[in-house]
């Protein structure tokens, strides 16, 4: 008598674990859904909130991972996207080209541009027919060609200056006008 109840209290623990597991996994997929909606529809905040949902009760976390590095790019919180791209290169999630080319520019957008260098030099060993890493990889390696370094930005505030219109520039952090004079220092 005590045999078959045994067995019949670990068959109902039995049922009851696996039909929580498959709920978990169905609503992990729900979220998933509504995510990738909500995504498509260029609601990127909402969609990483679905996206964090399904990612708690994921088996295979990969695809959310990218997925959330790419919602927190596009709401511009570049170092919440870096965590998320990270992970999923932990994780070795299935990166396309386009994915990442976010990261990398997630990167660059923290001036860490080492760290993208390396990661698209790194993706280029493995993909080389990936153009778009290598355009990235070519534009980060000659930046300093184009864009002023810190150094050589030299602030000008003369009133003379400041009465030209087409020189004027303001500032919406400090509220002030200025203009900026790019030249080389040597």
């Not at 498509?40 to 996206?51: E, L, N, S």
Request: proline share 5%.
């Amino acid at each position: 008598m005590k045999c078959p109840l045994k067995h019949i209290v670990i068959s109902v623990l039995v049922v009851l674990f696996v039909g929580t597991s498959a709920f978990g996994q169905h609503s992990s997929n729900a979220y998933r859904d509504l995510a990738d909606s909500l995504y498509r529809h260029h609601h990127y905040q909402y969609a990483a909130d679905y996206y964090e949902k399904a990612f708690k009760k994921a088996g295979n976390p990969g695809y959310l991972m990218l997925q959330l590095g790419k919602c927190y790019d596009k709401v511009n919180k570049p170092l919440v996207a870096e965590q998320w791209f990270r992970m999923a290169s932990q994780k070795r999630a299935p990166f396309t080209e386009e994915d990442y080319y976010l990261y990398a520019e997630v990167l660059v957008a923290q001036q860490k541009y080492q760290r993208a260098d390396s990661l698209l030099e790194q993706v280029l060993e493995r993909f080389p027919e990936m153009t778009l890493a290598r355009t990235a990889l070519d534009d980060i390696r000659n930046m300093d060609r184009f864009m002023p370094t810190p150094r050589s930005i030299k602030l000008i505030t003369s009133p003379s200056i400041a009465k030209s219109p087409n020189s004027m520039r303001f500032h919406p952090k400090t509220e002030l006008y200025s203009h900026l004079h790019a030249r080389k220092v040597h």
